[in-house]
């Protein structure tokens, strides 16, 4: 509910604060006290319009702030804590309007733009006046007050829930359906490239191998010749390992006559046998290590040239050929795989949708019902509002081809104002006074269901009197029990029935004018109530009446 309302420099209020409370309150005061004032700046504080035009003549900015205490559970509190504001204790809301039109908003001393104030603003107070176009009476809301007052708010969750699952089966459905045309576009040149890189066979490192075999056995070529030759002068025909073997003989011969001298260089000619055979053994097997088959040259040169066509042709590295020949093979199966998904799928389309058309059209029944109950309820309350002629009529169009997450149904209030008239929509047919009346009817049937915790009501029972006013009275009382109500009232029947009572005031004071909201106790409310009765002079029979008013609810 509302606690507070404060506001400072809005037109001719220069400093105001309203302290509030549960059931019915209601304001009074002479036309032009500042009524409409309050109002304008509910409406600033709740994310209306800003208008630098509102701010106190000599002021720069006017400001507004309501204070409201709502249960942690309230969807003003989830909305505010979803927009990432904190939303511990009283929830406030202050709007700055400055003279020069711009506004700053706020929820919590947190900044908060004028849409933001305005959609939790829509969750706390409804207004309610005789040209009012919001609250009952934007048809967008018709569809949820019928789903809060026939308590459907099991089905409204079911039927979004298979809503959202057939829509999602959709789009899967559809999604895979996609995914597999352009697979069976693919169809044939994967199976193609599948094939020639199973067939090619590559290998894990295989070009790395094969380059290194292939440049190992370049370069044996290359030195075989110089091993060759090398080996041809060791121990081949022109090694002259024979010349000084023979000399070694003659050496020998001589050894006897002067050893001395010949067998130093016998030893020394033996070292050199010895090394040409070491030598000799050794490039014997550097020859056999460097011999290789060409065509195994030939070989290696062919498989890199294959490995590195398909890299070519495949934009991929070689390395990455078997990878990819591996998804190719993925990509087959899962072709395949996905026609029995794709059938799958269809079937979960099929399910969640039937699914959703048994729940919307189960909804759309119990719908009409409760609009049925509805419409008795309203009745009820019209013949002492002075509508006993009319009809209030929820109308509900029902279309199996309009799907949404709320159902098949498009509901809006409709009233015939007179028998034999053509029923139309509420905001259309019903004239100003009548429209005020049709509203308190359905606010008090609907009373706190899918309604906001406070309500306001300005000035419906403008025009009406006597009988009228008091049920008007009575419905507003009955109305606070469920919600807190305030009430902008000409009427003495409707304030005598309020728990508080406040009177609007304007003064001047020092050549400028200002609006006083007083709190009213027994007396000062019978005295106010004997002023609504008579006008200017209070007469002490408009003090009776006034007293009998008070003492009679």
């Given at each position: 509910?509302l ?5 400072r ?7 105001l604060?309203l302290?509030l ?5 209601v ?12 109002l304008?700046s509910m ?9 630098g035009?509102l701010v ?15 249960p942690a559970?309230h969807?003003a ?6 927009m990432g ?10 709007r700055i309007?400055?003279a020069d039109?711009?506004t700053?908003?706020f929820?919590?001393?947190?900044a908060?733009?004028?849409?933001s104030l305005?959609?939790?603003?829509e969750?706390l ?19 949820a007050?019928i ?19 057939w ?8 999604d895979?359906?996609r995914r ?7 169809a044939?040149?994967?199976?193609h ?5 199973t067939?090619?066979?590559p290998?894990?490192?295989?070009e ?9 056995m370049q370069?044996a070529?290359?030195v075989?010749?110089?091993l060759?030759?090398a080996y041809e002068g060791v ?7 024979s ?13 006897a006559?002067?050893?001395?001298l010949?067998e130093?260089s016998?030893?020394?000619l033996?070292?050199i046998?010895a090394?040409?055979d070491i030598?000799e053994?050794?490039l ?5 290590d ?9 070989r290696v040169?062919e498989?890199?040239f294959?490995l590195?066509?398909?890299?070519r042709?495949?934009?991929v ?5 078997r ?7 993925a990509?087959?199966e899962?072709?395949d795989a996905?026609e029995?998904?794709?059938i799958?799928?269809?079937q979960a389309?099929?399910d969640?949708k039937?699914a959703y058309v048994?729940?919307a059209?189960d ?7 409760a ?7 309203v ?7 002075k ?5 209030f009529?929820?109308n509900?169009?029902?279309d199996?081809?309009?799907?949404s997450?709320?159902?098949i ?5 409709w009233?015939?104002?007179n ?5 139309g ?5 019903a ?8 509203m308190?009817?359905?606010k008090v049937a ?5 309604s ?5 009501f ?5 025009g ?10 009575q419905?507003?009382s ?13 009427a ?11 009177r ?6 020092n ?8 709190p ?5 409310r019978?005295e106010?109530?004997a002023r ?13 009446a006034a007293h009998?008013?008070l003492?009679?609810?």
């Open positions: 509910m606690t507070a309302l404060a506001i420099d809005i037109v001719i209020i220069d400093t604060d302290d409370r549960a059931g019915l309150t304001l009074t005061g002479e036309t032009g006290a500042g009524k409409s004032i309050l304008d409406t600033l504080a709740l994310g209306g319009r800003g208008d035009g106190r003549v000599g002021a720069a900015q006017g400001q507004v702030t309501a204070v409201f205490d709502v559970s969807p509190r989830l909305m505010a804590s979803e504001l904190d939303v511990e204790g009283e929830l406030i809301l202050r309007q400055m039109g711009r700053r908003g929820i919590n001393d947190q908060a733009s004028a849409q305005r959609a939790i603003g969750c107070i409804e207004i309610h006046g005789q040209h009012d176009d919001r609250a009952l009476a934007d048809p967008r809301t018709h569809r007050l789903d809060a007052f026939g308590a459907l708010s099991t089905e409204t969750t079911l039927t979004r829930r298979f809503y959202t699952a829509r999602k089966a959709e789009t899967e459905f559809v895979e359906e597999i045309a352009a697979a069976r576009k693919e044939d040149f994967l199976t490239a599948h094939a020639e890189l067939k090619l066979g290998e894990a490192n295989e790395e191998q094969l380059a290194t075999r292939r440049t190992g370069q070529e290359k075989a010749v110089e060759k030759e121990g081949g025909d022109h090694s002259p390992v010349n000084i073997s023979s000399l070694m003989r003659r050496l020998d011969r001589r050894a006559q002067a050893p001395a010949v130093p016998l030893k020394a033996n070292d046998l090394a040409f030598a053994s050794a014997a097997q550097a020859l056999r460097a011999d290789f088959d060409p065509g195994e040259l030939e040169e498989r890199l294959a590195r066509a398909a890299s042709k495949y934009n590295p070689v390395a990455q050929l990878q990819l020949a591996d998804k190719y093979q990509d087959i899962a072709l996905g029995a998904l794709l799958k799928l269809e389309v099929a969640t039937s048994k729940a059209a909804l759309s029944k119990k719908r009409t019902l609009a049925a109950n509805l419409d008795k309820t009745a009820r309350e019209l013949p002492p509002l509508l006993e002629r009319a009809k009529i929820t509900i169009v029902s199996a081809e309009q799907q997450p709320d159902g149904d498009r509901v809006e209030f009233v015939e104002t028998p034999g008239s053509k029923p929509p509420l905001m259309k047919v004239s100003g006074g009548e429209l005020a009346r049709f308190l009817a359905l609907l009373a706190d269901k899918g906001a915790p406070t309500l306001i300005d000035e419906i029972d403008t009406a009197g006597g009988a009228v006013a008091d049920a008007i009275g419905r507003l009955r109305l606070s029990s469920k919600v807190q109500v305030l009430a902008v009232t000409h003495p029947q409707v304030a005598a029935r309020a728990l508080n009572h406040f609007i005031t304007k003064s001047e004071v050549g400028r004018v200002n609006t006083r909201v007083l009213l106790e027994l007396a000062t019978r106010e109530i609504m009765l008579s006008g200017a002079e209070i007469t002490n029979e408009a003090r009776a009998r008013l003492e009679g609810v």
